[in-house]
């Protein structure tokens, strides 16, 4: 619900702040005094168009302020949580509670913000449709959207499970959908690739290269040119350590015999007499490995010409396939399995296909268990609201509401989350294979036409609430406007068109721009609205009024601006007073 408005350099409007109450809000005041200017700037904060003109004379910018409450509204929360500024609370107040802001310079350059973050228009327009339900000769009009007729008959027949289950049905077809056409793709791209993918294959397979083996190639090349150079120098470290007439394992046997000889004199040389073990063992053990090695170098010019030629081919291999050979032998593996997945590919189609069918038998049955409820529902809303316009002075009024399935006619039903009913494709959203349409007929001899076009605003306002009244129950939006919903009725009319706005209130905060006593009478809080000159300018002022002053603005409204004691009389009569 609406708890404040404020309104700054709007207009007529200097500045003004109202604070609305539960149920029935009122609005009354002379023609001209500024009723419908307090309507306009509230659809600045539902995201309407914003002008540089609206903007009062010689002030910088126009800002509008609304806090709202938003207990129990989860898709303005939602929207809210999406745009990250649920959290950044107005105040320090509890999260059923924002703040919605919109300033419009002289430039006609508009901002808006909602607690203090600044949002787009757009988003502050999505918050407005599931905030606040205006009708009269206003945009901002729900019942005026065919778009939204399906969820109003959905939410009046309690269909949310079977809707639940048709928007999961439809997205499952959805994804098994993009799955078969992604597949499909794939194969006629590669029926184009098949035959180079053959031979590639083939030519990788017959070189057949293994990870790493360019280095160990390369290793062993290193060795093969260099057998001569290894046993020369081999056989020279031989007889250095070993084959010479001074060769190291002498020496170092003469230097442990004579340490041996020390150290019987001197305890002190056993140590060291260790460590020239250890040199000479060492030593050995040099020797040993540079005569086996010597002993196994291959002079082998044959292997020596396979490795190179082996080198020339891999490398011109991994230019050819990925520019390294671990890329080549990964690319490889990819077009090997996708070889191996266009020989398959009929067979897996096959299997999806069948996946895709039994995806689509189970939404189109869903869909038809939801079209069938929606029309039993439909039956039971247009016989309510024909009686209630009745009532409110429109006897002659037929409602229909058409629910049709449009067959479709287009190549590739198989491909498109299509509902299929025998043999027939039906064009389907996430929301059923049904299109919702209200209609309308206000005159006798008059076919129904779509609501949508209905042009008298007081007639608008009307039908407006002979469906909410039917559909208050259901329909979840919290503010209902009406502005000049008493336009070309009287009396007995008036009367019913003011319970049934005082029936409704008990569902929704309502606001009503009247002129009818019959109306203001019924009101939980009203205010008066009225023209001033302040400093050489008119100005638009507005307050809530007392008791005292709610029996004489009722009293005016019977009787004119010469207030009588039979109009006061008749006005508490209204209100309920004693």
Known sequence: MLRTLSIRNYALIDELELEFGTGLNVIT??????????????????????????????????????????????????????????????????????????????????????????????????????????????????????????????????????????????????????????????????????????????????????????????????????????????????????????????????????????????????????????????????????????????????????????????????????????ASIEYREKIGKEFALAENFDEEIRKLESSVESARANMSEIAERLSTKRRETGDRVTKGIVAVLAEIGMEKSRFEIEITNREYKGDHGMLKPLAKLGKSFYETSEKGFDFVEFFISTNMGEEPRPLARIASGGEISRIMLALKTILAKSDRLPLLVFDEIDTGISGRIAAKVGRSLKSLSGFHQIIAITHLPQIAGMADTHFRVEKVIKGKRAVTQAGRLSEEERVLEVARLLSGDDVTQASISGAKELIGQK
Not at 197 to 224: R, T
Not at 310 to 315: A, I, K, S, V
């Open 29 to 326: 005041g002379e023609t001209g005094a500024g009723k419908s200017i307090i309507i306009d700037a509230m659809n600045l904060i539902l995201g309407e168009r914003a002008a540089a003109e609206e903007i009062r004379s010689g002030a910088e910018k126009t800002v509008v302020e609304g806090v709202f409450t938003i207990t129990g509204n989860r898709k303005v929360r939602g929207i809210l949580e999406n745009a990250e500024v649920v959290e950044d609370l107005a105040g320090g107040k509890s999260d059923d509670e924002i703040i919605v802001r919109r300033e419009v310079n002289q430039k006609g350059q508009s901002r808006a913000f909602v607690n203090d973050t600044p949002v787009p228009v757009s988003q502050l327009k999505q918050v407005g449709n599931y905030l606040v339900d205006l009708h009269g000769q206003h945009e901002h009009q729900s019942l005026l959207r065919p778009e939204t007729h399906i969820d109003l008959l959905d939410d009046f027949g309690g269909l949310d499970n079977l809707t639940q289950d048709f928007y999961k049905s439809y997205h499952e077809l959805n994804s098994k959908l993009d799955e078969l056409k992604d597949l499909i793709s794939k194969r006629d791209a590669l029926k184009d690739k098949r035959e180079l993918y053959a031979f590639q294959i083939k030519e990788i397979d017959q070189i057949g290269p293994v990870p790493g083996e360019i280095d160990k190639l390369e290793a062993e090349l290193k060795i093969l040119e260099n057998a001569e150079k290894l046993y020369d120098s081999t056989t020279k470290l031989y007889e250095i350590l070993y084959d010479s007439e001074s060769s190291v394992h002498d020496q170092l046997v003469m230097v442990r015999n004579q340490l041996e000889d020390l150290s019987q004199i001197d305890k002190s040389f056993e140590a060291i007499r260790e460590e020239s073990e250890s040199a000479k063992a060492i030593a050995d053990e040099i020797t040993r490995f540079v005569q086996s090695y010597s002993s196994k170098i291959d002079f082998n010019p044959q292997r020596l010409e396979e490795i190179r030629e082996r080198l020339g081919t891999l490398t011109m291999f991994k230019k050819k396939y990925g520019g390294s050979l671990d």
